[in-house]
Structures are given as C-alpha cells and as structure tokens.
C-alpha cells in the first residue's frame, strides 16, 4: 500500500494532507502498488476519519489518548508499525516542522531510504524518483531510491490538493503498540487568529523592513490581506526587530510557502527570503528601491513608496 501520515487540525485535514493523496494516486499510477492508504493519527478524530475516507481508498485511524499531543517518538512508533503491518511499499509524511522531525525516524525504524522535502514524485522501474531544491531553492535536483519500502517527506504547496475520490473509502480501527513519551506536556499556547495559515493561504500578503515599523504592519500589511482573505507573512528581519511575531516569518528559518499570489511590501528580496516564497505562481513587489533583488523575482514590480502606494490598494480591494 501507499500509506499518507493525515495532518490535521481543529477536526479537519490539512491542505498538505490532500496534496499528498495527489503525489500517492501519482505514484499509483505510475505502477506502485496497493490502495492509497490515510492513517489518522489522534484522540477523539472520527470526524477527520470520515472526511479522509472521501480521498482515500481505505482509512486506517489511529485513536487514543496517548496520541492526544503530538510526540515524535510515539508518532514514528505508530507509522512504522502500521507500514510494517500493512506491508507499504511508500510512507508519504508532510514536510511540516512536525513531519521533518519524526519522517527520518520511521526511516530508521524500518530501515528503508528516506527522500525528504520532495516537490514532485515519480517511479522509475523500480526505484522511486523525486525532486527537490536545493541551494536556498537556486537548484532543482533529482534523486532516487530503492528498496522495500522508501519513506518521503513532500514539501508543502508543491501538489495540488487531491479532489475527492469516486467512491469513500473503507474505515478500520487500528491497535497500536505505543512507547511512553517521556515527555509531560504541562501547557500549550495557540495563536489565536481569523486569518488563514501561512501554509493554507492562496494569496499572502509580506511585510519586510519598508514597511517602516510595526504600527504601519497594522496600518497597512493587515488591512490589504483582510480585504484580500490573505494570510500576513514578515521577513525575519522584521521579526527579529520583534515588530511581528515567529509564526508569520516566511524564509530559509521560517515557513516555506507557494501560494497562487505573493504580495511583498517593502521587502528587499535576501535570497535567504526568496527560497522561502520563490516557487510562489505569481509575485508582485512594492519597493522604492528600484535595484532591490526582489524584482528579479516579481512577475509585477512597483517602484515607489509603501505608504503612498497601499493606501491606494486597500482603498481599491475594499470596492
């Protein structure tokens, strides 16, 4: 089978969970073998098994308190017993910060090749092929692996999300050999916000150090995506001037995004910035500095002054 690892939140699936069923049913039929499978993984999460049972061809779900937080140790546990049963010939994790720290795990624990951050998937007799970027993004190179079995992380944005199938797939309960965590969690703090995630975001809208300072973040940056039903992204520039907070840095240290639109506002464009939003469909810049590198980038390019400018686009976006 074609396992995915589902990633979900507040009872719906992620938009990376369904690029990922996109990059499975391409390797289906492309000749790799077996259903395409969607483990859910959590406590209390039957209404995410069913919404992952319009995509798959069979749902495997994984419900129990101990998999309430999540936890690297026991979410590699739980994938790497689950392909080993199921006898998968593909583990597809989402290239998520979560994703990235337990893929390389399940690798070692079924000790079968990892590709990791793959931006397109292929098979190749009876290897699997893969792309990715490498350089801060500059290059793309290609990559293989055989074996068994081969463990892929999928960078997100980088699918299109998978549409649902023609008919629900199957839903069984599983029983899973969990370790202990070691680990107590004694709180959790989540940003409350009405605006899309970064990662879920058609269009975001990034202030960097032209925007001039943090109250013009909220005069202008917050406005424009409010009326666009945009996401609101920063450079680390500007988070490490702590106008904005961690969350919303887009950049090689930040989140990487691919949105169908980019807006960047008075950001200079450091290559550290471009390989974290460079492989975005279309990028319009705003930027008095008419050499700045961003414009290299820009599919639309504005000379001139973020707070004459803006103003104009906010005014026009609310009609």
């Known amino acids: 089978m074609i396992l995915i690892v589902a990633e979900h939140s507040n009872g719906k699936l992620a938009k990376s969970t369904l690029e990922m069923v996109t990059a499975a049913r391409g390797l289906q039929e492309g000749g790799r073998e077996g259903p395409v499978t969607l483990l859910v993984l959590g406590q209390n999460i039957a209404g995410v098994a069913n919404e992952a049972a319009t995509f798959a061809e069979q749902v495997l779900v994984g419900d129990s308190a101990a998999l309430a937080q999540y936890n690297a140790k026991v979410w590699a546990a739980a994938t790497a017993q689950i392909a080993q049963e199921g006898e998968a010939n593909t583990i597809i994790i989402g290239g998520s910060r979560s994703g990235r720290e337990y893929a390389p795990r399940v690798a070692v624990k079924l000790g079968t090749p990892y590709l990791e951050d793959a931006i397109s998937l292929q098979v190749s007799g009876e290897a699997l092929q893969a792309q990715r970027y ?165 599919d639309y390019g504005i000379v001139g002054d973020v707070n004459e400018i803006v103003p104009a686009l906010i005014a026009a976006s609310q009609k």
């Open 134 to 298: 490498t350089y801060l993004a500059r290059v793309t190179e290609t990559v293989e692996a055989q074996g068994a079995a081969v463990v892929v992380t999928t960078k997100p944005g980088s699918f299109a999300p998978a549409g649902p199938a023609a008919t629900p797939g199957e839903q069984y309960d599983v029983e899973l050999e969990l370790p202990d965590s070691g680990i107590t969690v004694t709180g959790k703090n989540v940003e409350k916000t009405s605006r899309v995630a970064l990662t879920e975001a058609d269009v975001i809208v990034t202030g960097g150090r032209g925007v001039g300072s943090a109250e013009n973040f909220g005069k202008y940056v917050e406005p424009l995506a409010d009326n666009l039903g945009a996401g609101v992204g920063a450079t680390r520039a500007v988070v490490d001037a702590g106008w904005r907070p961690y969350a919303e840095q887009v950049g090689q240290t930040g989140k990487t995004v691919q949105p169908k639109a980019y807006i960047a506002l008075g950001v200079s464009g450091a290559v550290q910035h471009l390989s974290g939003m460079g492989k975005s469909k279309y990028i319009i810049a705003i930027n008095k500095d008419a050499e700045a590198p961003i414009f290299k980038v820009a």
